[in-house]
């Protein structure tokens, strides 16, 4: 059988809204392994695309000037059940969740604001924060 898993991430209050909800699986088959994300819940209404496997884009945006955020885009929760479609009872593999706020500035872009200076070329300008859960490990029946 399939392994199911029923996710439910929260948003921080202080931080911003989050835009996705996705399952990583890492898995070992023939003495090679792999690693694939399952996005599985998208902010605003929006569905995982059936052909990329991935949310679209919610339109979340920084704005670089003052490193203010675009208000009213994301979600406060996101919430899946999620069944592992490609699960092969004969590998040994493991799976966590992730999930992924709005974009927002980095640190070095607000020290620039601050300072009235550019900000570093050498960094990105802005980041996605996350949160991810420990990891839930599915062994083949006999395996110890």
């Known amino acids: 059988a399939q392994p199911g898993f029923l996710v439910w991430a929260a948003q921080d209050p202080s931080s911003a809204a989050l ?3 996705q399952i990583i ?8 392994t792999f690693e694939v994300v399952y996005d599985v819940a998208c902010s605003d209404g929006l569905e995982v695309d059936q052909a990329t496997g991935r949310c679209p884009d919610n339109d979340a945006r920084v704005d ?7 208000s009213g885009v994301g979600a406060s929760e996101l ?20 999930v992924l706020e709005n974009p927002t500035c980095r640190w070095s872009t607000w020290d620039a604001i601050r300072a009235d200076a550019a900000p570093r070329s050498d960094m990105p300008k802005t980041l996605q924060e996350r ?3 420990s990891p839930i490990q ?3 029946v006999g395996d110890l």
């Open 19 to 21: 835009q996705r909800l």
């Open 64 to 70: 670089l000037r003052d490193c203010s955020i675009t």
């Open 131 to 133: 949160a991810w859960s």
């Open 79 to 98: 919430k899946a059940f999620w069944q592992d479609p490609d699960f092969d009872s004969s590998d040994r593999a493991f799976y966590y969740v992730r």
């Open 25 to 32: 699986k890492g898995w070992e088959s023939g003495g090679e």
């Open 138 to 140: 599915v062994k083949p």
